[in-house]
């Protein structure tokens, strides 16, 4: 089974503060991803990443940054949190081009106060 | 840019009653995806359809796709419980990218 682990399931965090989120897959997958989820707004891609250090831009990348050293690692950065980051993150993996399976991870409720 | 919406965006059922979410885009579609978000849980992969008009059925759930291959939609025949959760259609306009759709959340009313 395709394992997507995130390192929080909740994590608290003040505004400016420099926020780690961390994504692990055990599959070998190319591609990662970034999304946050919002009440209303469903998944919005954050950034992504088909391959080791090489990075791409989602919908909604302002305030973000993301690095991935290593096949199974994604991290999302959040360079100086503010309140209005305060949501649901879900980080996802899929094997090859559109139209393979997006496996989710857990996900990580960030509040921002 | 590619838009997908979805409808209706909440429905309550009471149970034993049918439920459809729809999903339509603005631009002709390669494939879609369907996912099930149960309530505190992460987005699971139901199935893709990559064919026109195509249909699939997975027990009590039957997905289309449509003849343009601009929309689709899943019908759960006979709601139970254990459908509760969000639906969402997942369309991928690029080679990597995905756009998933607003999602509706279904209740069950046992």
């Known amino acids: 089974d395709v394992k997507v682990t995130q390192s929080s399931r909740y994590l608290v965090k003040r505004t400016g503060e420099k926020v780690f989120l961390e994504c692990v897959q055990d599959?070998?997958?190319?591609?990662m991803f970034w999304y946050r989820q919002d009440p209303g707004l469903g998944l919005r891609l954050i950034y992504f990443s088909y391959d080791v250090k090489m990075k791409e831009k989602g919908d909604i990348p302002e305030g973000y940054s993301v690095s991935r050293e290593k096949k199974e690692r994604f991290s999302l950065i959040l360079e100086s949190a503010s309140t209005n980051q305060t949501s649901m993150y879900l980080c996802?993996?899929?094997?090859?081009?559109?139209?393979?399976?997006?496996?989710f991870g857990p996900g990580t409720r960030l509040t921002v106060l | 840019g590619q838009q997908v919406m979805q409808i209706p965006q909440y429905q309550h059922v009471q149970e034993g009653e049918d439920f459809t979410t729809y999903c339509n885009s603005s631009?002709?579609?390669?494939?879609i995806q369907w996912y099930k978000q149960r309530p505190g849980g992460h987005p699971v992969f139901l199935i893709q359809?990559?064919?026109?008009?195509e249909v699939k059925k997975q027990k009590r759930l039957t997905f289309q796709f449509g003849e343009a291959k601009k929309n689709s939609s899943l019908h759960i025949t006979a709601t139970q419980t254990t459908d509760v959760g969000t639906y969402f259609c997942?369309?991928?306009?690029?080679?990597?990218?995905?756009?998933f759709g607003t999602g509706t959340r279904l209740k069950v009313l046992a």
């Open positions: 599959m070998d997958h190319e591609n």
């Open positions: 359809l990559v064919k026109s008009g």
């Open positions: 996802a993996s899929s094997f090859g081009t559109s139209g393979d399976t997006q496996y």
């Open positions: 997942a369309v991928a306009p690029g080679t990597y990218k995905y756009i």
């Open positions: 631009t002709t579609l390669s494939n």
